[in-house]
């Protein structure tokens, strides 16, 4: 049976062997449970898809520990993204960023239009962010089969997966089922960006975040 460790020095060294060595841990977040791997390691990526049963045209998010590694990914936020991040995250807040030629990821989605992108979040729990400090930044996806409710518990992430996982790391319940709101640039809409996903933040709290201060949200 695989591993569930509480997260603590050892378990983090542990999660961060496993990643850099193309396997799988579950995390917890602070919306659901998530499966996560190393974002550059194809066929790790391929294991996360596999075990979920995932549709390969669901992108994967990529975590981060802090805004400032966004740059050392290759990843830019368009406007108004840029500014929303600032006041969502960390937080349920999922904005798409555009991946640049300097971009390795192996998570990245093209458009129609040939532009790359990116899904990405930064967690807003103690714990996650003890996690991505230690593995670095993870590719990752929730933790259940796909079309199943989102793991809310280890316990119920253990029972989607079993021993597919090499390392679940235990953090106690998350705050509900509900998944983070995803976001994306669109300027021809009327205030510049298409929600793709309604999550734990509102739409209308986002649309209502870009218009404060007379749309001070811009660049």
């Not at 093209?110 to 590719?139: H, K, M």
């Not at 021993?163 to 009327?190: E, K, M």
């Not at 793709?196 to 739409?203: A, N, T």
Request: aromatic share 4%; proline share 5%; hydrophobic share 40%.
């Amino acid at each position: 049976m695989s591993a569930v460790e509480t997260v603590n020095e050892d378990s983090l060294a542990e999660a961060k062997r496993i990643i850099s060595a193309g396997g799988l841990i579950v995390i917890p977040t602070d919306t659901v449970y998530g499966v996560a791997c190393d974002p550059r390691n194809a066929a790790a990526i391929a294991r996360i898809y596999e075990v979920k049963q995932r549709p390969r045209f669901k992108a994967l998010q990529v975590l981060l520990a802090d805004i400032d590694q966004l740059d050392g990914l290759g990843l830019d936020l368009p406007v108004p993204l840029n500014r929303l991040a600032a006041r969502f995250l960390p937080g349920a807040f999922s904005p798409i960023a555009v991946a640049r030629d300097d971009c390795n990821l192996a998570t990245v989605s093209a458009t129609a239009d040939g532009t790359r992108t990116q899904g990405i979040r930064i967690p807003n729990s103690a714990v996650s962010l003890r996690i991505l400090s230690a593995t670095g930044p993870l590719a990752a996806s929730s933790a259940n089969r796909s079309g199943d409710q989102s793991a809310q518990t280890i316990d119920e992430a253990c029972n989607a997966f079993g021993d597919a996982i090499d390392l679940y790391l235990d953090g106690g319940p998350t705050q509900g089922h509900v998944a983070s709101t995803v976001v994306a640039a669109n300027p021809l809409s009327r205030d510049g960006i298409e929600i793709l996903r309604e999550g734990v933040i509102p739409q209308s709290v986002i649309r209502k975040a870009i218009h404060l201060n007379g749309g001070g949200l811009g660049e």
